[in-house]
């Protein structure tokens, strides 16, 4: 019986590695593929980063621009003007 079992842990030590070996080498394929994919479209990066800033800028709100230091602080004194008189109204009558 223990040499069947050697046996059979043997033929699955094999098959397994076997698969083991066979999905490295198809992930390593496929990491180095997309790398060089990244590598040719990586002259894009900055245009689109400029492209994705000026559509999504205008949807963020005012008060996430002043955390993020994109806007102008709220200023700490809220300046109220007095309205004076200047003169009578002009009719048109």
Not at 8 to 29: C, E, H, P, W
Not at 67 to 77: I, K, Y
């Amino acid at each position: 019986m223990s040499v069947v079992r050697g046996l059979v842990n043997q033929a699955l030590t094999t098959s397994f590695g076997r698969q083991v070996k066979m999905i490295g080498d198809i992930y390593t394929k496929l990491g180095t593929s997309l790398g060089f994919e990244g590598l040719k479209l990586s002259s894009w990066g900055f245009p689109a980063v400029i492209a994705g800033g000026w559509c999504a800028y205008p949807a963020l709100g005012l008060e996430f621009k002043r955390s993020v230091g994109l806007a102008p602080p709220e200023p700490a004194e809220k300046v109220t003007f007095e309205k004076e008189e200047i003169g009578e109204m002009p009719s048109l009558g």
